[in-house]
């Protein structure tokens, strides 16, 4: 049965990201969330920050975004999350991710076990999987979601922070897996399969992992999205990029909530594309909703 609004979890870690030009809360999460509130439906984080300055900062910019903060867990040993980044020419970010900061120690709690029967959707990552504590917690959470629940593998390799185990697991426990065109080929390797091309390489993925979708961005480039009987690209849009930050996340918000409702692979990949581009044309992950460049792009999405 198709709802107005459905609920939508971003699952991992919240940060801050410590651009040039000052501080932007960030993790896909959060940027995750707030795309998914955009577009109407009711995007909830579920993390942990610690119980200090960048902690409580934290929470008050999730409120000013439209995102509570009850699923925000507070940690009173260890640090808000941060990660330095450098954006190097054509907008795109190198991270120095700190690291035992709270979000390596997510607690599973009755709250999160509420949340997690109540979902529609839940997108995570393998950057927050990174410790064991947290890697259990989100195994958890995602074992205690309904049956009918779209769950979204969006892969982040950062730095050494991953494995071919977690990498793995997680895409089984998934129903949409979603990478970018570098990750490709990095991920074949590490699972000992050729790689000749982006569509042939998706294909085995989908295979393997009895995924319903895999979806492949491709920067300035676009987009390919498969299914196990269905390949549809998109050529993205030509924009004046400020940094890509959080764009790949408004891109899986986009294509979450046009998935949820039924839509088609080009409604689909046209939409997630234009939330991408939109985000990449700002600085930051969260970009004020009152830009005229979000109305035109919400204006230009196609149901399927």
């Not at 044309?281 to 005229?292: C, I, K, N, V, Y």
Request: glycine residues 8%; negative net charge.
């Amino acid at each position: 049965m198709r709802k107005e609004k459905y609920k939508v979890v971003g699952l991992g870690e919240i940060l801050w990201d410590l651009l040039p030009d000052g501080k932007h809360l960030g993790g896909a999460p959060a940027n995750f969330a707030y795309i998914t509130n955009l577009l109407g439906d009711e995007g909830t984080v579920a993390s942990r920050v610690g119980s200090d300055a960048l902690g409580r900062d934290a929470t008050r910019q999730l409120s000013s975004l439209g995102l509570a903060a009850t699923f925000v867990q507070k940690d009173s040993e260890h640090p808000t999350g941060t990660v330095k980044v450098d954006v190097h020419g054509g907008g795109q970010p190198k991270f120095e991710i700190a690291q035992s900061v709270a979000w390596d120690y997510l607690e599973w709690t009755p709250a999160w076990q509420e949340l997690a029967s109540e979902a529609d959707a839940v997108c995570f990552g393998s950057l927050a999987q990174r410790s064991p504590q947290s890697q259990h917690t989100i195994r958890q959470f995602l074992q205690q979601t309904p049956a009918s629940t779209v769950r979204v593998f969006d892969v982040n390799l950062r730095q050494s922070f991953y494995s071919l185990q977690i990498l793995c697991e997680s895409a089984k426990l998934a129903q949409i897996l979603k990478l970018n065109h570098d990750e490709l080929p990095q991920i074949m390797q590490l699972l000992d399969l050729g790689h000749t091309d982006e569509a042939s390489s998706a294909r085995r993925l989908v295979s393997l992992f009895d995924l319903k979708l895999v979806c492949v961005t491709r920067g300035d480039r676009g987009s390919l999205l498969v299914t196990p009987d269905k390949v549809c690209e998109h050529r993205g849009f030509r924009i004046q990029v400020v940094d890509t930050v959080g764009a790949g996340d408004a891109f899986t918000a986009g294509l979450v909530h046009h998935y949820l409702r039924g839509c088609s692979l080009e409604s689909m990949n046209d939409s997630a594309n234009r939330m991408g581009a939109w985000v990449a044309r700002h600085a930051g992950a969260t970009p004020a909703p009152d830009s005229a460049g979000l109305a035109s792009a919400l204006a230009s999405m196609t149901a399927g």
